[in-house]
């Protein structure tokens, strides 16, 4: 049992997020590192749907998710010390130059448009690096390296 396990280390904001197999797999990656996973409705997809379910596989026992019903329910959970980094390809600043703390919010907008500008306006936006001609990485892969770079940083994973 590790010293940390039921506490969320990191919490991973999915904002309206529309495509089931993402949310499913990026449930698995907040399992994998014991963080939390709040989901702002409305989604593009039923809860329900077994391509959800599907993509999480056997984990979803181990998932600690938090339900919105609005993005306003969502800020109004939020703790006072609660600080949020918003991810998106339009952010200026790169990942690797945030300080991340435990239990700081890492924040992706949906698959197809992004976060909105009044968002993105609000918080602290970063960017991960994609040298190459795309435009932007599937949104599971994109939570997959907010939340690695933030453990790393934090030093977390020389304790597993």
């Not at 993509?55 to 998710?65: I, T």
């Not at 918003?86 to 991340?100: C, D, M, P």
């Not at 924040?107 to 936006?125: D, K, Q, S, Y």
């Amino acid at each position: 049992m590790y010293a940390w396990e039921n506490v969320p280390v990191f919490r991973v904001v999915l904002y309206e997020p529309e495509i089931p197999q993402n949310v499913g797999n990026i449930a698995r990656t907040t399992a994998a590192t014991a963080s939390e996973l709040h989901l702002v409705r409305p989604f593009g997809f039923r809860w329900g749907d077994p391509r959800l379910k599907r993509a999480g596989l056997d984990y979803w026992p181990h998932v600690n998710y938090v339900l919105h019903d609005s993005w306003q329910a969502f800020l109004g959970s939020l703790p006072p010390e609660g600080r949020i980094w918003a991810f998106s390809t339009r952010a200026g600043r790169l990942l690797y130059e945030a300080s991340f703390a435990d239990g700081d919010y890492l924040l992706f907008g949906p698959e197809t448009r992004g976060l909105p500008p009044e968002v993105l306006a609000r918080f602290p936006a970063l960017r991960i690096p994609m040298p190459g001609p795309v435009r932007s990485l599937n949104l599971a892969v994109s939570v997959g390296v907010g939340v690695y770079e933030a453990l790393r940083q934090i030093g977390l994973g020389r304790t597993w």
